[in-house]
C-alpha cells in the first residue's frame, strides 16, 4: 500500500554567530530545491510548518539526505553557512 510522506519545515531558530537578519534559507531533496526569505535576529524563532517536498511509497523504511544552507543576504558580500 502507498504512503504519501511530506517533509515539512516547520520552525527555523536563528542560534550562534549573527550573520545579519536578512537571510535566505536553501533546502535541497528530493532533487528539488526550496528556498524561503524571512527576516529574523538572532536569538529568534520564526514558525513557518511549510511543505518542502513529498513522494509516495510503498517501504517501511526510507533514507534520503538533505542540504540545508543558510545565507545572508548583503548588498556588497552573501555569508553562507
Known amino acids: 500500500m502507498l504512503k504519501k510522506i511530506e517533509f515539512k519545515l516547520s520552525k527555523i531558530k536563528y542560534k550562534g554567530k549573527s550573520i545579519g537578519d536578512d537571510i535566505c534559507v ?3 531533496i528530493l532533487d528539488k530545491i526550496f ?10 524563532t520564526v514558525k513557518l510548518n511549510k ?3 513529498s513522494f509516495l511509497t510503498d517501504q517501511k ?4 539526505e538533505a542540504k540545508i544552507t543558510v545565507i ?3 548588498i556588497l558580500f552573501h555569508e553562507k553557512g
Do not use: C, H, P, S
Not at 35 to 44: E, L
Not at 61 to 64: L, N, P, Q, R, V
Open 26 to 28: 536553501e533546502i535541497e
Open 72 to 74: 545572508e543576504k548583503d
Open 35 to 44: 528556498r524561503i526569505n524571512k527576516r529574523i535576529k538572532v536569538g529568534k
Open 51 to 53: 511543505e518542502i517536498g
Open 61 to 64: 523504511a526510507y533514507i534520503t
